[in-house]
């Protein structure tokens, strides 16, 4: 057995012979790799740090603007949007804080702000700045925003496919019917009474927990039929 295996020793002992001569020879080389790669690391670790503490700077700002905001004037909206004393104003906060969070919220602030000045333009371009997420509260209302000023800035077909993308994203019974009945809205403004039916079957066929879908009670034992049937009623016509 031992005659078997001496071959398989030599051969071993060949390749480690063979490998400390390439890492001889090539020691220079492996060292500025290895170097690299921990600078790599070191960076990454760097940069999400960084971007950590950007992210709570930017989130203490949004603390800090939401005031304005809640006091529901022009003159809140307008000092929300541009700051005041150690506010930077969401306009500031989405430039300096770009990349985070808290910038891609300070977009639809600075949005509804000038949604609510009836400055539409400079509404739809922040909002169309802003990137939704994942969630079904958050970005189905600043796309539901954005639909509204593209509506009061005559982009109707804009907003019509923003208050389906709003009800597709928010994907539940208290929201996206909501959206619907907006873009459905919209439609029979337009005269496309078809489209707006077809909007309102889906509804009442995708949404029938929705508030417009159910019976409604007139009395203790007497129901009436949905408010939906109302809007699919007038569509036929």
């Avoid at 910038?103 to 909002?127: M, R, S």
């Avoid at 994907?171 to 078809?194: C, G, H, I, R, T």
């Avoid at 909007?199 to 009670?217: A, F, N, T």
């Amino acid at each position: 057995m031992a005659k078997n295996q001496a071959p398989q020793s030599l051969d071993l002992n060949e390749r480690i012979n063979k490998t400390e001569a390439f890492v001889n020879k090539n020691k220079k080389t492996i060292i500025i790799v290895l170097v690299a790669v921990a600078a790599l690391v070191a960076a990454g670790f760097a940069g999400y740090t960084w971007l950590k503490n950007r992210e709570a700077k930017a989130q203490a700002q949004l603390g800090l603007g939401i005031q304005y905001i809640a006091q529901q004037t022009p003159e809140g909206f307008t000092k929300a949007l541009n700051g005041e004393g150690q506010f930077l104003g969401f306009l500031k906060i989405a430039k300096k804080y770009s990349f985070t969070d808290g910038a891609n919220l300070a977009h639809a602030y600075a949005g509804e702000c000038y949604a609510n000045l009836g400055k539409y333009k400079e509404a739809i371009k922040e909002l169309e700045s802003f990137s939704a997420q994942g969630d079904i509260t958050v970005s189905p209302a600043v796309l539901a925003c954005l639909a509204n000023c593209y509506a009061n800035d005559k982009q109707f077909d804009k907003a019509i496919d923003t208050f389906k993308k709003a009800a597709d994203k928010a994907d539940n019974e208290s929201l996206s019917p909501v959206y619907l009945m907006s873009a459905a809205q919209l439609l029979e403004s337009q005269n496309k009474a078809d489209e707006a039916k077809a909007i309102y079957e889906q509804i009442k066929k995708d949404y029938p927990l929705s508030s417009v879908s159910m019976p409604r009670q007139q009395g203790e034992e007497v129901f009436a039929a949905p408010e939906i049937d109302k809007y699919i009623e007038r569509a036929t016509k």
